[in-house]
């Protein structure tokens, strides 16, 4: 009697392991939840929603720190005919949207999109693409808005509306552009405003203002 009680408890025993080897969570080890480790992961690549306190524009493009550069008249001394618009592009709708240009309120003028490569501005030859959900810098000695071949002064703490033009053939306005004080980055004005180095793709012309 005492050997038959003795087996029937070891074979409990043997079953008792045998479900716990085949329970869920050895079976499918990816159901389990995830460790301290994998949670901190996760969290590190979550990227944080912009601010639309600090976006301009109430279309699909909305601009962060948006800015054009203050000029002096060009006749004047450090005066140039041309300046730039920079900021931060976003992206907030779900399709990918080409930006091929863009023109101010500030009227007749040259409105061109430019880039650098090894040091040498260039027209940015098919605008500038910016996926759906994304973001684009203009920035100095970066890919830039460009405003040439316009003479008065544009002083710090004026407005510029600023237009984008899309591939597309929509618009879409982005009004009051704070115009800024900026250092001069990677650009380097010639003396009758135009860039050093400044050519069109291959052509090889630069800008005579």
């Known amino acids: 009697m005492k050997n038959i009680c003795t087996a029937a408890i070891s074979a409990l025993g043997v079953a008792a392991l045998a479900l716990t080897a085949c329970s869920p969570s050895q079976e499918n080890p990816s159901t389990s939840a995830p460790t301290a480790a994998e949670t901190t992961t996760v969290e590190s690549t979550t990227t944080a929603a912009p601010d639309n306190d600090k976006l301009q524009g109430e279309g699909d493009i909305r601009v962060e720190s948006a800015a054009i550069r203050a000029k002096a008249e060009a006749g004047a001394e450090d005066g140039k005919s041309m300046t730039g618009f920079f900021?931060?592009?976003?992206?907030?709708?779900?399709?990918?949207?080409?930006?091929?240009?863009?023109?101010?309120?500030?009227?007749?003028?040259?409105?061109?999109?430019?880039?650098?490569?090894?040091?040498?501005?260039?027209?940015?030859?098919?605008?500038?693409?910016?996926?759906?959900?994304?973001?684009?810098?203009?920035?100095?000695?970066?890919?830039?808005?460009?405003?040439?071949?316009?003479?008065?002064?544009?002083?710090?703490?004026?407005?510029?509306?600023?237009?984008?033009?899309f591939a597309d053939g929509t618009e879409e306005q982005i009004p009051d552009v704070a115009v800024r004080s900026m250092l001069p980055g990677d650009e380097d004005y010639g003396e009758h405003g135009e860039l050093q180095g400044h050519q069109h793709g291959s052509m090889g012309e630069g800008h005579n203002h």
């Open 87 to 165: 900021g931060t592009l976003h992206n907030t709708s779900d399709k990918d949207i080409h930006i091929v240009g863009f023109t101010t309120s500030l009227g007749d003028a040259t409105y061109e999109i430019h880039e650098v490569v090894d040091g040498v501005m260039r027209e940015k030859e098919g605008g500038i693409e910016i996926p759906a959900g994304g973001t684009y810098e203009l920035k100095p000695g970066g890919d830039h808005f460009m405003i040439m071949g316009f003479d008065p002064a544009i002083p710090a703490g004026d407005v510029v509306d600023v237009t984008l033009e």
